[in-house]
């Protein structure tokens, strides 16, 4: 009798793999408004403001690729000024006054703001945060601050985060 061995290959993926891959399927569950765009086909622009840990890894996840039949385009921003121009806006390592700052010029605005786990993120007038790796929920959503901006948020993406309320700031 021959016994088979069958070697199950896992694939390893690091954190910001991972990350960048979420944030291309969050464009898929989350809904701007058409004014947002200036044409059917106008790209979505992400923002990377603060530092970059994804390297390369970002744009080899979205190039080639499209959302509702709309490309991707990378800005690096530095300036919170700058951020206006963007559909989505990830935010790694920044103090808190200019987190503040950068937080003031996307309010009320249709722009998915994105924390790299960044504490009291969503309390503070930002939409999703990423989590710790090995938490419960990999990402927490402010939905109270997504509607204000106009973004509506599907139930599919909602159930998989933790909701955070605004309310929470009232405390």
């Known amino acids: 009798m021959c016994a088979f061995f069958i070697k199950v290959y896992t694939q390893s993926y690091t954190e910001y793999e991972?990350?960048?891959a979420y944030i291309f399927n969050f464009a898929k569950f989350v809904k701007w408004p058409d004014n947002s765009f200036s044409n059917k086909t106008s790209p979505f622009?992400?923002?990377?403001?603060?530092?970059?840990?994804?390297?390369?890894?970002?744009?080899?996840?979205?190039?080639?690729r499209t959302v509702n039949g709309r490309k991707w385009v990378i800005k690096f921003i530095n300036n919170p000024k700058d951020?206006?121009?963007c559909h989505l806006l990830f935010i790694s390592q920044l103090k808190k006054s200019e987190l503040y700052r950068v937080l003031n010029?996307?309010?009320?605005?249709?722009?998915?703001?994105i924390g790299d786990n960044i504490e009291d993120f969503?309390?503070?007038?930002?939409?999703?945060?990423?989590?710790?790796?090995?938490?419960?929920?990999r990402f927490e959503i402010n939905k109270d601050i997504a509607i204000q901006s106009n973004l509506i948020i599907s139930s599919k993406l909602l159930i998989l985060a933790?909701?955070?309320?605004?309310?929470?700031?009232?405390f």
């Open 45 to 64: 622009v992400l923002g990377i403001y603060g530092n970059n840990p994804f390297g390369v890894i970002l744009t080899k996840t979205i190039q080639n």
């Open 122 to 137: 969503c309390i503070s007038g930002g939409i999703l945060n990423f989590t710790q790796q090995y938490s419960k929920h």
């Open 162 to 170: 933790k909701i955070i309320s605004s309310d929470e700031i009232k």
């Open 83 to 85: 951020v206006q121009n």
């Open 18 to 20: 991972v990350k960048a």
């Open 105 to 113: 010029e996307t309010k009320n605005k249709p722009i998915l703001t």
